[in-house]
């Protein structure tokens, strides 16, 4: 193996695996792991060719700064480049973005604003017309804008495309991808139009994105959906977007990218992020589709460490309705830990209140289940803990027992839910129960997520 003179010298030749363990019809699919590159994604590919090409055109010299809309990954790579080169860089970013991701930005010296995702392009909030207005606004910025800017497709044209095409020994048939900046379908097509014309390009979009129905009836929406799936899918054409050699379309739920992903991990042991299930879920369906064998493409655009609070986590997926769990009928169904799973964060009355504030911190939870011998004897919560310690810190050493409230409110499972909010009102969590049996506590945030699950928003 080689040494790098640093890390900017891994960025590409990334690996590409077989799938083995997925039913891919007559096909044989392959999957090009990007999320090997030193930022974890096909978007270093895209920081370190615009950079260049910015510095080679004279546009900035170490010590200007940069600025960029961006939902996250082309952060990344722009932080890691920007970094290794001595830029600084602006990252405006929206907010349905994963924690994950921004922690990760910061902690690469990138400066973070969030804004809105609930807001479509011509919003000054939109993330790329805020981000162009702070780069007209800052002295000497550069606004590096993907979504126009021509190096970015041509990253792809001249290295990821040539790279595709030696690694699969120019045995290929079709690839099947997302488009974010459209960077990546732009290169590859131009690259593939010479040569291998007739290499088929196929997309992956999210529900609510407008281009798959453009690719397959070439209408254009004027109004978007929303999508939780990030890095791919649009509300509109961005100006480098070169759509002609792709063929067909499929439009994948969340749901199913985020189920896929997951089962791509179990079942091949690749850890992608949520598009990863988007492409896998239409590349399968493409090659379940044909009738005759081909050699199909697609990629794990990045990786899934990024994904662990959200697809990874099993209470956000049952919080987001993408697990298939039982349907009770009664306040079981509003329970997000039951406790007879186990999945309830509880403790015992003579542990430390020191270990209950950790606890509370590591779940991020406000209130814990005081159990003795599998009954529930108390609850503690942060105002409980609050309370004992505000005025003697060391009774973070005293038993739980002290500190916690015996006064609890039961609600027996078979409730009606318009019995939760006096509960609510009053300032408790409602502690279900059927009999002496403890199901689970719900909260306030329990009740908003069963509320919304049921209207599909
Ligand atoms: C997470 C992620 N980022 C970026 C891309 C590629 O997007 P672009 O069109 O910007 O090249 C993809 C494509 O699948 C993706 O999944």
Known sequence: MSVFDNVLGLIGQTPVVKINHLDTGPCELFIKLESQNPGGSIKDRIGLKMIEDAEASGHISPGSTLVEGTAGNTGLGLALVAAQKGYRLILVIPDKMSREKISNLKAMGAEVVLTRSDVAKGHPEYYQDLAKRLASEIDGAFFINQFSNPSNPQAHEEVTGPEIWEQMEKNLDAIVLGVGSSGTVTGLSRYFAREAPGLELVLADPEGSILAEYINKGTLATK?????????????????????????????????????????????????????????????????????????????????????????????????????????????????????????????????????????????????????????????????LLLAVAEDSDRFDDPVRSAMATNLTEIGVNADISELMPIFNSDFVAIVKDGEQFLGLITRVDLLNYLRRKTDR
């Not at 091949?268 to 493409?286: F, I, K, M, N, P």
């Not at 209470?315 to 309705?321: E, S, T």
């Open 224 to 384: 978007s959906g929303s999508w939780l799936v990030e890095g791919i899918g649009e509300d509109f054409l961005p100006t480098i977007s070169d759509f002609t050699r792709v063929s067909k379309a499929y439009c994948i739920s969340d749901r199913e990218s985020f189920r896929m992903g997951r089962e791509l991990l179990v079942r091949e042991g690749v850890l992608g992020g949520s598009s990863t299930g988007t492409l896998l879920a239409a590349a399968l369906r493409y090659c379940r589709e044909q009738q005759e064998p081909k050699r199909v493409l697609t990629f794990a655009c990045d990786t899934g460490n990024r994904y662990l609070s959200k697809m990874y986590n099993d209470f956000w997926m049952r919080d987001q309705g993408f697990l298939d769990v039982e349907n009770y009928g009664d306040l079981r169904d509003l329970i997000a830990r039951p406790y007879q799973s186990h999945d309830t964060v509880v403790i015992g009355p003579d542990e430390p209140l020191a270990n209950a504030y950790k606890r509370m911190k590591i779940y991020d939870v406000s209130q814990l289940p005081v159990i003795s011998e599998d009954r529930l004897v108390g609850i503690l919560d942060e105002s409980d």
